[in-house]
Nanobody
């Protein structure tokens, strides 16, 4: 059984920073991609950032230059460093992992709340 355990969410003032982490544990092999999505109230879930096994990263336009995704392959952990946070970054952030020899497996974390407010 695979588990994704997220941590690091919370309340922060505009302009502040937070770091999210997501550790994958259990019988998980051949992780291809790790990433973060978010969902604000009344909106669809959207991609925030992802990193594939080669180290290539991809970011939503709205977070480019402010967020940085990184990955520790030895620990099966992905991080999201969020700087210059804005109220519109408020959402539940979900960790996502794609794995398997044919990239056929996809896992989601339980979500962690990030609230940006003064």
């Amino acid at each position: 059984q695979v588990q994704l355990v997220e941590s690091g969410g919370g309340l922060v003032q505009p302009g502040g920073s937070l770091t999210l982490s997501c550790a994958a544990s259990g019988s998980i092999f051949s992780i291809y991609r790790m990433g973060w999505y978010r969902q604000a109230p009344g909106k669809q879930r959207e991609l925030v950032a992802l990193v594939i096994s080669s180290g290539t990263t991809n970011y939503a336009d709205s977070v480019k230059g402010r967020f940085t995704i990184s990955r520790d392959n030895a620990k099966n952990t992905v991080y999201l460093q969020m700087n210059s946070l804005k109220p519109e970054d408020t959402a539940v952030y979900y960790c996502n992992v794609m794995a398997g020899p044919f990239r056929e497996l996809e896992y989601w974390g339980q979500g962690t709340q990030v609230t940006v407010s003064s």
